[in-house]
Structure formats: C-alpha cells, structure tokens
C-alpha cells in the first residue's frame, strides 16, 4: 500500500510518480509528484494551484474561425465536465478568443467594403449627367398640361432612357457596380440577357 509517509520521501527525492497511457497510441508517460508540483500551469490533472487560477487560452491559441473553435471548446468541455472552476475558466477563455476572432473579422470587412454617402450625386460628372435628364422630365410634365397627354401613359419611358442608362457606369463607377452584384447582375451571363437588362433598368430607376 502506497502511505503517505512513502509519498513525501518520493516528493522529496523526485522519484515517485505515476504512468499515463490512452488506448491504442502505443505511448506511456512517466510524471513525478515534484514535476507536477512545479508545473501546475502547464500540466493538466489535479486542478490550479491554490493561489492562482489556470489559464486555458493556449488551448485556443491557432484557432482561426468559429466553427473550429466551437469544435474545440466541445471536445475540452467533455474532458472537463463536473469540474466547475476548470470548466469557467476554459469558458472565459474561449469567449475572449471568440471576441478576437469577430474583432479581426469586422476589421478585415471594414477594410474590405467601401463607404458611400449622398456626395458621390453632387459631384460635377454626375450633375452634369443628371441635368438633361431633369430637363426632359420637366419637358414630359409640361407637356401634360400644354398638349392633354394621356395622363394613364408614363411620361419616361424606358426606351427614352436608354442613353442615360448606357452611360451611368461610366459617371457612378463602383457604386454601380455594387447596386448590380446586389441585384445579382452577372457580365459574364449572357444566356439570361433579357433579365439582366431589366435588373439593369432596375439598378438605374
């Protein structure tokens, strides 16, 4: 029988220990009482030491994405269950690579999408593009009460803004080009021509 008194000479002297194995690796560990004693931090079996509670960020150190952390938190939190100060602290460890993982994701969106506001309509191109288009909305309005057109018909009609529609990539540049993919506008597809001219006609109006 293993007594205390065997265990502490043991402690003292560095020699007494235990064997650890898993099914199947073909590997067996050896740890001393004094190798734990000294590496309470690092060497996961009887729980933090007294004064200190234990980091498990290491754990999470190269996880990149969600998926694989949440994977791995799972896969520690079996191992863990029952013990309620191991498992808040593989907890707050996991939360705070959570956080930095949607912090490092927000800031590569941010940096990756552009900001649009009302100034990209008030530049010189695009009130000079706009200026004939006014003209020949107020030309359609004035011509409902000075010749009685029939108020049932549009007074713009697509066909008369082909121009304009033709020549708006051209002034609003990347918006445009956003508007289009939001709308699910594709260059490349020409099979589906007729749809494509009307989300185009869309994006435009």
Known sequence: MYTKKAFEKDFDN????FQVGFPGAGVV???????????PSAIMFFGPPLNMSRSYDLIFKNIETLNSLHQRFVLYYNHFEGDVEACLCLYNSYLAKRMAILESDAKKKEA?????????????RAVQFCQPFDDYGALQIESVLTTCQNHSHSILC????????????????????LFCELRGINETHTCHHHLAESKTNEVFF
């Open 158 to 177: 697509t066909p008369d803004m082909k121009e304009f529609i033709k020549e708006a990539p051209a002034i609003f540049g990347d918006m445009w080009t």
């Open 14 to 17: 560095g020699n007494g220990g």
């Open 112 to 124: 990756s999408h552009k900001q649009y506001d009302g100034s990209i309509f008030t530049s010189d």
């Open 29 to 39: 560990h050896d740890f001393n009482w004094k190798q734990l004693a000294n590496n």
